[in-house]
C-alpha cells in the first residue's frame, strides 16, 4: 500500500535542518538568528553613543581646522 500525499521524511536530522535555517538567514545579512530585545537595544545604545563620539571628534577637528584658517589669514 502506497501513501499519497503525505511529506517526505527528510534523511537530515531535525536539527541540522534548523541549524541550516539559521546559518541561512545569518548569511542574507539576517543578523544574529539569537538576539533578544534587550541585547539588540543595548547594541543600538552602543552604537548611538559611538556615532556621538565620533561626530564630536569630526566636529572638533573641523573647528581646529577652521581656527587655524583664521589665524594664518592675519599673519
Do not use: C, V
Amino acid at each position: 500500500m502506497k501513501i499519497t500525499g503525505a511529506k517526505k521524511i527528510s534523511a537530515k536530522p531535525i536539527m541540522a535542518e534548523y541549524l541550516q535555517e539559521r546559518n541561512r538567514n545569518e548569511f542574507n545579512g539576517g543578523g544574529d538568528y539569537y538576539i533578544t530585545g534587550i541585547k539588540k537595544l543595548a547594541e543600538i545604545k552602543a552604537a548611538k553613543h559611538r556615532a556621538k563620539k565620533i561626530s564630536m571628534i569630526a566636529e572638533g577637528i573641523e573647528l581646529a581646522e577652521q581656527r587655524k584658517d583664521f589665524f594664518n589669514i592675519y599673519r
